[in-house]
């Protein structure tokens, strides 16, 4: 059983099973090498400036690697929610919905927000707004069951 810490916002790492602690330092390579490719991806713009500086295929590799790297990503992501007991899943399912609402809430505000001032929001804006509105809820989920 995994245990949740810091007010829900992490979980101890010596609490997870021999074969949890493989698949989460697989998850965590995974997802560290896919933030890092879409990074590098994020516009077309440097994406274009990579494949100028190096090679011309980067413009078609780049792209195809960070896929794999995602796709790795959720792969090992869901192995480790398949090994997890019940309080955990619904904690893992909350933390997704409230990621979802702070996407809708705080990204529409954000959109709200963009016409009056002159800022254009993008994509990892609204990835943000995401990020904002997941640990809201894991804070809450936290307090509601397990303190």
Do not use: R
Not at 14 to 27: A, G, H, P, V
Not at 45 to 59: A, C
Not at 64 to 79: E, G, H, R
């Amino acid at each position: 059983m995994t245990k949740i810490t810091h007010k829900g916002l992490w979980f101890k790492y010596s609490s997870l099973s021999k074969e949890d602690k493989n698949t989460s330092k697989k998850l965590l390579l995974s997802a560290i090498l896919s933030g890092f490719f879409f990074g590098l991806t994020l516009d077309k713009q440097s994406l274009l400036m990579w494949s100028e500086i190096f090679h011309p295929y980067l413009f078609y590799i780049l792209p195809a690697i960070t896929l794999i790297a995602v796709i790795f990503t959720i792969k090992y992501s869901f192995k480790l929610y398949q090994n997890q007991d019940e309080l955990y899943k619904k904690y893992h399912d909350f933390s997704l919905m409230s990621g979802f609402m702070g996407f809708a809430i705080f990204g529409l505000l954000l959109s709200y927000i963009s016409i009056f001032v002159d800022y254009q929001p993008q994509f990892m804006d609204y990835v943000l707004c995401s990020i904002l509105g997941m640990g809201i809820g894991q804070m809450y989920f936290y307090k509601k069951f397990y303190e």
